[in-house]
């Protein structure tokens, strides 16, 4: 660690200062030369970048390149849906737990109730998410109990109007492959819960 | 939470018999003393109690009582918990004596609270708008205020389910209906009156010099609100003798959404992510301030991992925040964009991990009450543990051999911006600016939260006061970080990181909590109230920006006009954090 006494104002550290400045130019060289052709435009270039022993120049050339993303990141939500003999099925239930928890109190749901006896029905008959309003917290898709609700991956959503940003249902539906495409990990492990509690809740049928 | 100084804390009462009782709301703490009283209380604890540190004045708005409440939280620069002490007042006209006689450090906060609920401090030497603008209607953290945007008192509102029809909220309030003009305001013909209240206060003067017989006349340099070098949208007045600064005055507000407002009307756990945007360099130790204090309302505390995890990320977070302060502060003096680019290398590696665990670099929200949102995915702890044991402590030498010598910065920076020990801790000054002028007071030592007491390591502290002094103690600062970050690693334990189930609507008790943790910029603090409902009562910040903003006028004067970039710099500010 530096101490303020000693070797006063000759321009040492001046110098010593430029040095380091000039390692750090010649090093971008040799790495380039090490990585020839792999060092830019390459998923291995990139991941080096952005890895502990990269020396020289960090940077990212955006859009020709782009830093994949970990499996957490969130942004904007979606919803899942699956594919049920050719038909579109919601998981989503309606029960607006997403709609509470939302901290700006972007997400709007209008549940769905039977014509005929005016009862509830678990489907959402219209849901709204305003994206200008939304703040990537992935508290919707933290709480909702039946993973209906997912933070995506995509962070290009630049539009040339604002009306565009009121993502209805059909926008947001995404199919569970998606979903698995892009949180493989998490996706397993959900998987994973539901088949258990499937076989102990058939376990516990056959006991009773 | 353990406090090594419990014993040293006696009952105040005694020594102040009839204006000093203690609060007995459940719930709450601290004492409540006769509003007339206040001044001479206050001089007494500083002189002769050694309360000699002013940490936070606020006030609450108890509209079902139709009382106002001012909360002071003064502490020992020795340590220990705060002593909170209230002082009561009429709702209709709220009058109280200020303390900044005797707290300096008291100016903006007691200008804040008189913009914010309208309350009256006597003596105050400049009490004016702070956040709001002159010609703003109202006060408006007062209960009975509506904003524009008015829905509903709290969220969640019955508009989203279950029959959320879609409605814009400008198609609700069109542009124009949406706000409130003061009676006889015309917006057409308005001049700007706080211009002139501003540059009243600074007071131009002519004379003519005695020696020469010229005749001289004081300059008012305004810079900002849109400078480069003012680290966002802040502005100063500052007046000149010659190229002397002899009076200088912030300007701030101009991010102002009243952070507070939204957060009486949130959820408890709504609050979480817009803790994010205060100091948006440092969301993983906002996120980290607002959990204590709500722990500690529920009384709850988080699983052993959760802690470590918890330290973990507030100490990645101050090396990312120290380092984006090396680069800004060499860019205020001169040195372009490669010390800054060299910063941000590394600053990146750190943004790479909390995107990694918490899924956004710097919205993090990663913090729940009781534990962390999720546990680190695989592979991360090893990278934790080549930047923590490899390259971190390598490159911050570097920056170290580039900066730290060299002879430019060292010519800039000595002897500029001085403080001295008394000075910092009257004006209230935190983290860096405190410890750069020989206070050795950090809170991870003076009153440890989480886990804090278990690991080694040491205050930084210098005893110059000056703008390089600031810069060093960063520095060591970084090094000690690296310290705990390595205890971290060695000794994180297996296990959950959350207590019980997470629960997406938290029982908070009723009463008053103040959660604050050691942050980058100094003591970040979380004023609570809970009425036991689903939002809370009153949500105070206690912004180390803002408050350090207190000494910059007594930092500059006696300075050259060009060092006034560098002085700003040094305290380390974030517009966010300040403006709330």
Same mark, same amino acid.
């Given at each position: +660690?530096?101490?303020?006494?000693?070797?006063?104002?000759?321009g040492?550290?001046?110098?010593?200062?430029?040095?380091?400045?000039?390692?750090?130019f010649?090093?971008?060289?040799?790495?380039?030369?090490?990585?020839?052709?792999?060092?830019?435009?390459?998923?291995?270039?990139?991941?080096?970048?952005?890895?502990?022993?990269?020396?020289?120049?960090?940077?990212?050339?955006?859009?020709?390149?782009? $830093?994949?993303?970990?499996?957490?990141?969130?942004?904007?939500?979606?919803?899942?849906?699956?594919?049920?003999?050719?038909?579109?099925?919601?998981?989503?239930?309606?029960?607006?737990?997403?709609?509470?928890?939302?901290?700006?109190?972007?997400?709007?749901?209008?549940?769905?109730?039977?014509?005929?006896?005016?009862?509830?029905i678990?489907? !959402?008959?219209?849901?709204?998410?305003?994206?200008?309003?939304?703040?990537?917290?992935?508290?919707?898709?933290?709480?909702?109990?039946?993973?209906?609700?997912?933070?995506?991956?995509?962070?290009?959503?630049?539009?040339?109007s604002?009306?565009?940003?009121?993502?209805d249902?059909?926008?947001l539906? &995404?199919?569970?492959?998606?979903? %698995?495409?892009? &949180?493989?990990?998490?996706?397993?492990?959900?998987?994973?819960?539901?088949?258990?509690?499937?076989?102990?809740?058939?376990?516990?049928?056959?006991?009773? | 939470m353990?406090?090594?100084?419990?014993?040293?804390?006696?009952?105040i #009462?005694?020594?102040?018999?009839? $204006?000093?009782?203690?609060?007995?709301r459940?719930?709450?703490?601290?004492?409540?003393?006769k509003?007339?009283?206040i001044?001479?209380?206050?001089?007494?604890?500083?002189?002769? =109690?050694?309360?000699?540190?002013?940490?936070?004045?606020?006030?609450?708005?108890?509209?079902?009582?139709?009382?106002?409440?001012?909360?002071?939280h003064v502490?020992?620069?020795?340590?220990?918990?705060?002593?909170?002490?209230?002082?009561?007042?009429?709702?209709?006209? !709220?009058?109280?004596?200020?303390?900044?006689?005797?707290?300096?450090?008291?100016? *903006?906060?007691?200008?804040? $609270?008189?913009?914010?609920?309208?309350?009256?401090?006597?003596?105050?030497?400049?009490?004016?708008?702070?956040? +709001?603008?002159?010609?703003?209607?109202?006060?408006?953290?007062?209960?009975?205020?509506k904003?524009?945007?008015?829905?509903?008192d709290?969220?969640?509102?019955?508009?989203?389910?279950?029959?959320?029809?879609?409605?814009?909220?400008?198609?609700?309030?069109?542009?124009?209906?949406?706000?409130?003009?003061?009676?006889?305001?015309?917006p057409e013909?308005?001049?700007?009156?706080?211009?002139?209240? =501003?540059?009243?206060?600074?007071?131009?003067?002519?004379?003519?010099?005695?020696?020469?017989?010229?005749?001289?006349?004081?300059?008012?340099?305004?810079?900002g609100?849109?400078?480069?070098?003012?680290?966002?949208?802040?502005?100063?007045a500052?007046?000149?003798?010659?190229? #002397?600064?002899?009076?200088?005055?912030?300007?701030?507000?101009?991010?102002?959404?009243?952070?507070?407002?939204?957060?009486?009307?949130?959820?408890?756990?709504?609050?979480?992510?817009?803790?994010?945007?205060?100091?948006?360099?440092?969301? +993983?130790?906002n996120?980290?301030?607002?959990?204590?204090?709500?722990?500690? =309302? +529920?009384?709850?505390?988080?699983?052993?991992?959760?802690?470590?995890?918890?330290? /973990? /990320?507030?100490?990645?977070?101050?090396?990312?925040?120290h380092l984006?302060?090396?680069?800004?502060?060499?860019?205020?003096?001169?040195?372009?964009?490669?010390?800054f680019?060299?910063?941000?290398?590394?600053?990146?590696?750190?943004?790479?991990?909390?995107?990694?665990?918490a899924?956004?670099?710097?919205?993090?929200?990663?913090?729940? *009450?009781?534990g962390?949102?999720?546990?680190l995915?695989?592979?991360?702890?090893?990278?934790?543990?080549?930047?923590?044991?490899?390259?971190?402590p &390598?490159?911050?030498?570097?920056?170290d051999?580039?900066?730290?010598?060299?002879?430019?910065?060292?010519?800039?920076?000595?002897?500029?911006?001085?403080?001295?020990?008394?000075?910092? =801790?009257?004006?209230?000054?935190?983290?860096?600016?405190?410890?750069?002028?020989?206070v050795?007071?950090?809170?991870r030592?003076?009153? !440890?939260?989480?886990?804090?007491?278990? *690991?080694?390591?040491?205050? %930084?502290?210098?005893?110059?006061?000056?703008?390089?002094?600031?810069?060093?103690?960063?520095?060591?600062?970084?090094?000690?970080s690296?310290?705990?970050l390595?205890?971290?690693?060695?000794?994180?334990p297996?296990?959950?990181?959350?207590?019980?189930?997470p629960q997406y609507?938290?029982?908070?008790?009723?009463?008053?909590?103040y959660?604050?943790?050691?942050?980058?910029?100094?003591?970040?603090?979380?004023?609570?109230?809970?009425?036991?409902?689903?939002?809370p009562? &009153?949500?105070?910040?206690?912004?180390?920006?803002?408050?350090?903003?207190?000494?910059?006028e007594?930092?500059?004067?006696?300075?050259?006009? %060009?060092?006034?970039?560098?002085?700003?710099?040094?305290?380390?500010?974030?517009?966010?954090?300040?403006?709330?």
């Amino acid at each position: +660690m530096s101490d303020q006494k000693g070797n006063y104002m000759y321009g040492l550290g001046v110098l010593k200062g430029l040095g380091l400045a000039f390692r750090h130019f010649l090093e971008t060289y040799i790495d380039d030369f090490r990585h020839w052709g792999k060092r830019y435009k390459t998923p291995e270039g990139i991941a080096y970048r952005a890895s502990k022993d990269v020396k020289g120049i960090f940077t990212v050339q955006y859009p020709e390149e782009k $830093i994949p993303v970990p499996e957490e990141f969130r942004f904007v939500p979606f919803l899942i849906y699956e594919e049920k003999n050719g038909e579109i099925e919601y998981r989503c239930t309606s029960c607006g737990i997403c709609a509470k928890v939302c901290p700006p109190q972007c997400i709007w749901i209008v549940r769905s109730s039977d014509p005929n006896t005016g009862r509830p029905i678990p489907d !959402p008959a219209e849901y709204y998410i305003d994206i200008d309003i939304c703040m990537n917290c992935g508290y919707c898709a933290e709480y909702c109990p039946f993973d209906a609700i997912k933070m995506d991956h995509n962070y290009e959503l630049a539009s040339y109007s604002r009306s565009n940003n009121i993502y209805d249902k059909t926008m947001l539906g &995404r199919p569970v492959s998606y979903y %698995a495409s892009i &949180r493989p990990i998490n996706y397993q492990r959900e998987e994973n819960a539901r088949l258990e509690a499937e076989t102990q809740k058939a376990a516990r049928k056959s006991i009773a | 939470m353990s406090n090594p100084n419990i014993a040293l804390e006696t009952d105040i #009462t005694f020594i102040f018999p009839n $204006i000093l009782v203690h609060d007995e709301r459940p719930g709450y703490e601290g004492y409540i003393i006769k509003s007339e009283h206040i001044q001479n209380f206050m001089q007494k604890i500083r002189d002769d =109690l050694g309360y000699d540190y002013l940490s936070s004045v606020t006030a609450v708005d108890y509209l079902p009582e139709g009382k106002m409440e001012i909360v002071y939280h003064v502490r020992k620069s020795t340590g220990g918990s705060p002593l909170v002490v209230k002082a009561q007042l009429d709702r209709e006209n !709220p009058v109280i004596s200020s303390i900044v006689s005797i707290y300096p450090g008291a100016e *903006f906060q007691e200008r804040e $609270i008189w913009d914010l609920f309208g309350i009256k401090f006597e003596g105050h030497p400049d009490l004016r708008r702070i956040l +709001m603008w002159e010609g703003f209607s109202g006060h408006p953290l007062r209960k009975d205020w509506k904003e524009g945007y008015y829905e509903e008192d709290n969220k969640p509102f019955k508009s989203r389910w279950p029959a959320g029809h879609y409605k814009s909220a400008e198609d609700k309030n069109p542009l124009g209906a949406n706000l409130d003009f003061p009676a006889g305001f015309n917006p057409e013909s308005w001049v700007p009156e706080p211009e002139v209240a =501003l540059y009243t206060g600074l007071g131009r003067i002519e004379r003519k010099d005695e020696e020469t017989g010229i005749n001289t006349e004081q300059v008012i340099v305004n810079m900002g609100p849109q400078h480069p070098s003012t680290h966002g949208v802040f502005r100063m007045a500052v007046k000149l003798d010659g190229e #002397t600064i002899v009076g200088l005055k912030p300007v701030m507000g101009y991010l102002h959404r009243n952070h507070e407002k939204i957060g009486e009307r949130n959820t408890f756990l709504g609050n979480m992510p817009y803790t994010d945007r205060l100091d948006y360099f440092n969301s +993983m130790s906002n996120n980290f301030g607002y959990a204590l204090a709500i722990e500690k =309302l +529920m009384g709850i505390s988080p699983p052993e991992r959760a802690e470590y995890l918890r330290v /973990m /990320m507030a100490e990645l977070t101050r090396i990312v925040n120290h380092l984006a302060l090396f680069g800004f502060l060499l860019n205020d003096l001169g040195a372009y964009f490669t010390p800054f680019l060299y910063a941000f290398e590394e600053r990146e590696l750190i943004l790479d991990i909390f995107e990694a665990v918490a899924g956004s670099r710097m919205m993090c929200n990663y913090f729940r *009450f009781g534990g962390v949102a999720r546990d680190l995915p695989e592979g991360i702890l090893n990278k934790v543990k080549d930047l923590v044991f490899d390259r971190l402590p &390598r490159k911050i030498d570097d920056l170290d051999l580039y900066i730290t010598n060299n002879e430019i910065i060292r010519h800039r920076a000595e002897g500029v911006g001085v403080f001295t020990p008394e000075q910092a =801790l009257a004006y209230s000054a935190v983290g860096p600016v405190l410890r750069a002028s020989g206070v050795p007071y950090d809170l991870r030592r003076a009153q !440890p939260y989480g886990i804090y007491n278990r *690991f080694d390591f040491d205050v %930084a502290v210098r005893y110059h006061g000056d703008v390089y002094d600031r810069y060093l103690v960063r520095l060591d600062e970084m090094f000690q970080s690296l310290r705990i970050l390595k205890q971290v690693i060695n000794d994180i334990p297996e296990g959950p990181i959350q207590e019980g189930k997470p629960q997406y609507q938290v029982r908070v008790p009723a009463g008053e909590s103040y959660g604050c943790v050691e942050g980058p910029k100094g003591e970040l603090g979380f004023y609570v109230i809970s009425n036991g409902k689903a939002n809370p009562w &009153r949500y105070h910040i206690r912004a180390p920006s803002f408050i350090n903003l207190t000494s910059l006028e007594s930092l500059c004067i006696g300075n050259k006009i %060009a060092d006034v970039v560098v002085i700003l710099g040094s305290i380390d500010i974030v517009l966010g954090e300040t403006d709330r």
